[in-house]
């Protein structure tokens, strides 16, 4: 936030009158009570607090929260009660003003809003857990007391995310890569399916601006193709519906530009094989609740007497809702052009929890609803991995996005009891849900009827029964099978369980041995051990050390003294300090020393500067490290993540890694450009095809003779008459790989080639 300048008040209080009466309008045609009052003062106290303060773009920081609250009421259906919170969450925060002050003029419920809200912005939850992962943890927290905290934060980052712009470029990556890790897979998780949408979409454009562009552009252009395709195969299906005498509303869902890049990403095809670009939404009127189902099979039935159906896309989630409580029954039918096309029919109740979520459950609620009962349970199982929490702040973060973005399958007990299980679980994930003890002395399982071992995967309808075994004691190689949050949590704590009094016992050895050998106990030290001993964290290096499988020998302490060396020379010179204060919020403000980041100096000036990833001419040394996880080429949109020793560490910003450092190590990401340093990378080309006599000569022909490029490795698989190849080559950047897999893509016979990341 930036203080005041000269601008035209008058303008902007106009301006400003006219946002919230905007909020206010749509407040006022919603169902909810018209308590207008106690808005308009929460306004009128917001407005105040805030007076003379700008966002970064220059405009009245009053405009956040009214933007919030107008997602709030009009696009997720919260009430009175929310639009105050909404309008208020800034203010305890930002201003001199307290929580009790809230209390004593807009009362205790809308005081407790703003205080979850305040408490999600701030704080450590440890030494080595990072701030957003703490955050996060805070914002589940607030779900089991009430769910508007966390529907709030939603409105809250949807408007920070369209108002993005106007920040730096790596603060930028910060945050598009928060939303797209962890706030995009819960918007999907509590059902708000149109700002789960949006936020991807955004992430992508800020993340990778220059293909958000080009297949925006393509969307454009093929939108008269595609208009006319829908028409013709609508018409036909309004005309039996009007037949029906439904009163419906028919229309075209257009795929997401993110879901398109990501599908054009994972299938690696161009974006004119992107064939289900759209689908069609059926929502018809129906009073009674009970007569919805029926009428949704009707509306399936009249389809299928014009087009083919396909056999195996058909999705009831009318009997079986997800556990978001997302209700719609799906099919696929051959559409005129020979295309295949989704069409989605639901009732104007279900296509309002489908686009707002929980919140707009409570307009239809009578008792507990089912969909209340589904929330309740996932709650519950939040609060489950709550109460046991990972030792690393990433990899709770992990743990929990196993059960954010998983599609669903739906399982029994052999009382009948049904059981929401991310696809791909095991008999062993069943276990745990039904109970922790029954997880961890689990021997088997009967699915069907059958005997099956704990990490046979279940398919949806299947009926499970676990057997257990009191002499059974968790294995570390469930961790494999394994896929639910909750399972992997309760393992986790039961196999740590076990392991603690060797772990406490290395810990002493390790001690006394670093003690011996006049050794600190730091970072470079206990990473060079664990590179050493293969072992992933310091508690398996301690474990390992109690068990004694491995031992300290006085081999180690020279490597260990030249690591030492290195650490210091890197502190002394300043250069972890220089980088970080490229990779830090552009805010124009000190940097105060934060516990995740305890090696930087205070107080580091923040610049707006981009490091350009370069090679020393003289030396030959690069700057940067190219993370071997996902292999970056110059002209990939990338970033940089510091590492303890100064060193910046280049990831693409599709790699799954640099999705989670975002998500957890933000003040650590720095903004980069590739430089020009005609250096060489190596990348890697999967083609396909069918086989002929002489296609690997004029394959090998093209790219060493025609393109002048290296061929480093080459494995290649016939299986009768089709093919696979994997192909390695050095090239300058990605421009290079590109126009080496159109020409590729040219030979005789070959179906597929593209660039594998």
Request: with cysteine.
């Amino acid at each position: 936030m930036d203080s005041t300048r000269n601008f035209d008040t008058n303008a902007e209080n106009k301006l400003i009158d006219a946002a919230f009466q905007d909020v206010l309008d749509g407040y006022l045609r919603s169902n909810h009570r018209k308590k207008t009052d106690i808005i308009e003062r929460a306004f009128q106290f917001a407005r105040e607090a805030h007076k003379g303060v700008r966002r970064r773009s220059g405009e009245p920081y009053i405009l956040h929260p009214i933007a919030v609250a107008k997602i709030a009421s009009q696009e997720i259906g919260l009430g009175s009660t929310s639009i105050c919170a909404a309008l208020l969450h800034d203010v305890v925060e930002d201003t001199d003003y307290t929580v009790e002050d809230i209390e004593r003029h807009f009362g205790p419920k809308i005081a407790q809003l703003v205080e979850g809200l305040t408490k999600i912005s701030g704080g450590i939850f440890g030494d080595r857990a990072s701030a957003q992962a703490e955050n996060f943890r805070k914002l589940l927290l607030t779900m089991s007391e009430d769910i508007r905290v966390v529907l709030l934060k939603m409105a809250d980052r949807l408007h920070n995310m369209r108002t993005l712009g106007s920040m730096a470029p790596n603060k930028q990556y910060k945050i598009a890569g928060e939303t797209l890790y962890i706030y995009a897979p819960l918007a999907h998780r509590l059902g708000l399916f149109k700002i789960k949408t949006e936020l991807e979409d955004l992430s992508f454009k800020y993340e990778h601006p220059a293909a958000y562009e080009r297949i925006s552009e393509q969307i454009r252009q093929s939108q008269a193709r595609r208009t006319e395709v829908y028409s013709d195969f609508s018409l036909p299906i309004k005309e039996k519906l009007d037949q029906l005498g439904l009163k419906y509303e028919a229309k075209a869902r257009l795929k997401s530009v993110y879901s398109i890049w990501k599908k054009m990403e994972t299938k690696h095809v161009p974006f004119e094989e992107v064939y289900d670009l759209y689908a069609m939404r059926i929502v018809f009127d129906c009073d009674d609740p009970s007569k919805e189902k029926a009428l949704c099979w009707n509306i399936y039935s009249a389809i299928t007497d014009l087009y083919r159906l396909h056999p195996d896309r058909t999705r009831d989630w009318i009997s079986a809702p997800k556990a978001n409580g997302y209700q719609a029954l799906h099919l696929t039918v051959m559409g005129p052009d020979g295309n295949w096309i989704e069409v989605q029919i639901r009732s104007r109740r279900m296509d309002e929890i489908a686009e707002k979520g929980f919140a707009a459950h409570w307009k239809y609620k009578i008792g507990e609803s089912d969909e209340e009962s589904e929330l309740n349970a996932w709650l519950r199982t939040i609060k489950d991995i709550l109460d046991n929490p990972e030792p690393s702040a990433i990899d709770f973060l992990d743990t929990l996005k196993l059960n954010l973005f998983a599609s669903e399958i739906v399982v029994f007990t052999p009382k009948g009891e049904l059981i929401t299980l991310p696809a791909g679980a095991s008999v062993l994930d069943v276990a745990f849900e039904l109970h922790s003890e029954l997880g961890l002395h689990c021997i088997a399982g009967k699915v069907n009827h059958k005997l099956v071992p704990l990490s046979h995967k279940l398919s949806s309808g299947d009926q499970v029964e676990v057997l257990d075994s009191k002499s059974q004691v968790p294995q570390p190689e469930w961790e494999n099978f394994v896929v639910t949050a909750k399972a992997r949590t309760r393992l986790r704590a039961g196999l740590r369980k076990m392991r603690q009094p060797l772990i406490s016992k290395g810990k002493e050895i390790l001690a006394a041995w670093l003690e011996d050998k006049n050794l600190p106990d730091t970072n470079a030290v206990i990473t060079k051990l664990q590179g050493t001993f293969h072992v992933g964290n310091r508690d398996d290096l301690c474990y390992q050390l109690g068990a004694e499988e491995i031992v300290l020998g006085d081999f180690l302490v020279g490597t260990l003294r030249k690591a030492v060396a290195a650490e210091n020379e890197h502190r002394s010179s300043g250069l972890l300090s220089r980088i970080l204060s490229l990779g830090r919020f552009a805010t124009g403000k000190p940097v105060k020393n934060k516990s995740q980041d305890a090696s930087v100096e205070k107080n580091v000036t923040i610049t707006k500067e981009v490091y350009e990833l370069r090679t020393d001419p003289d030396t030959g040394k690069p700057n940067y490290r190219i993370d071997n996880c996902c292999n970056p080429l110059p002209g990939d949109d990338v970033m940089g993540f510091i590492d303890d020793s100064g060193n910046v560490i280049v990831h693409a910003l599709t790699c799954p890694r640099a999705q989670v450092l975002k998500a957890g190590y933000g003040p650590r990401i720095v903004a980069v450009r590739w430089g020009n340093s005609g250096e060489l990378f190596t990348a890697r080309v999967h083609i396909e095809g069918v086989d002929r006599f002489g296609m690997l000569q004029e394959l090998i022909a093209l790219i060493s003779n025609h393109m002048g490029i290296e061929i480093r490795k080459l494995n290649i698989e016939a299986d009768n008459e089709v093919f696979g190849c994997d192909l390695w080559v050095r090239v300058t950047d990605a421009s290079v790989v590109d126009s080496l897999v159109t020409k590729i893509a040219t030979i005789k016979g070959i179906t597929n080639a593209a660039r594998i990341k």
